[in-house]
């Protein structure tokens, strides 16, 4: 069975940076970070695939956000740096179970697994 636990969110200003860390437990493949905004759908931020380690971002944060994973730490991270009001959200990890699934890595559906977020506020 598949555990993550989110950790770095917090409050910052514009302009600034976070690292948000997940530590993994059980067998993970494709792994990734979603994110939740208030009054908004759940979106796809990033992934970073088990085979080849292969990156992937959403248009929003790609230049700005780097997704990395130690598989001898069993850790998840994402760097975040010139935030923007907008990164605002509860972001989560996620990881499949599955080396492959009917879904593309931006539909949560092809990651079995997700934890319970870590807030995330940008202010001006």
């Known amino acids: 069975q598949v555990k993550l636990v989110e950790s770095g969110g917090g409050l910052v200003q514009a302009g600034g940076s976070l690292r948000l860390s997940c530590a993994v437990s059980g067998r993970t493949y494709d792994m990734g970070w979603f994110r939740q905004a208030p009054g908004k759908d759940r979106e796809f931020v990033a992934c970073?695939?088990?085979?080849?380690?292969?990156?992937y971002y959403s248009d929003s944060v790609k230049g700005r956000f780097t997704i990395s994973r130690d598989n001898a730490k069993n850790t998840l991270d994402l760097q975040m740096n010139s935030l923007k009001l907008e990164d605002t959200a509860v972001y989560s990890c996620?990881?499949?179970?599955?080396?492959?699934?009917?879904?593309?890595?931006?539909?949560?559906?092809?990651?079995?697994?997700w934890g319970q977020g870590t807030q995330v506020t940008v202010s001006s």
């Open positions: 970073i695939t088990w085979m080849g380690g292969s990156t």
């Open positions: 996620v990881a499949g179970a599955q080396k492959y699934t009917p879904w593309s890595f931006t539909d949560i559906r092809h990651f079995g697994s």
